[in-house]
Nanobody, 122 residues
Framework: QVQLVESGGGLVQAGGSLRLSCAAS????????VGWFRQAPGKEREFVAA????????LYADSVKGRFTISRDNAKNTVYLQMNSLSPEDTAVYYC???????????????WGQGTQVTVSS
């Protein structure tokens, strides 16, 4: 079992920045991937970024490349999502999730946090 708790969401103006945190506990292994997904009202949950627990290799959705950065602090068992140049289109509930697989498919992630709301005003 893996437990994930997100924090850091909030309200920000367009062009601003936020950093989300995902505190992980439980059975985290070197090949575990921790990913960030988001779901806007009326839309499906979509992949944002993922990082391998060991080695730190990363994946990004095209829509966030160059604006968002995923990182991890193994000592704190925490994964971060630094979000810059935010736009209203980034408004969504952001979830972190864990998987033993290298995948961007939400079906490939077995464990999920409760989500944190990010709202970007224009």
């Amino acid at each position: 079992q893996v437990q994930l708790v997100e924090s850091g969401g909030g309200l920000v103006q367009a062009g601003g920045s936020l950093r989300l945190s995902c505190a992980a506990s439980g059975r985290i292994f070197s090949n575990t991937r921790v990913g960030w997904f988001r779901q806007a009202p009326g839309k499906e949950r979509e992949f944002v970024a993922a990082i391998r627990w060991s080695g730190g290799s990363t994946l990004y959705a095209d829509s966030v490349k160059g604006r968002f950065t995923i990182s991890r602090d193994n000592a704190k068992n925490t994964v971060y999502l630094q979000m810059n140049s935010l736009s209203p289109e980034d408004t969504a509930v952001y979830y972190c999730a864990a998987s033993p697989r290298a995948t961007i498919s939400r079906e490939g992630y077995d464990y999920w946090g409760q989500g944190t709301q990010v709202t970007v005003s224009s």
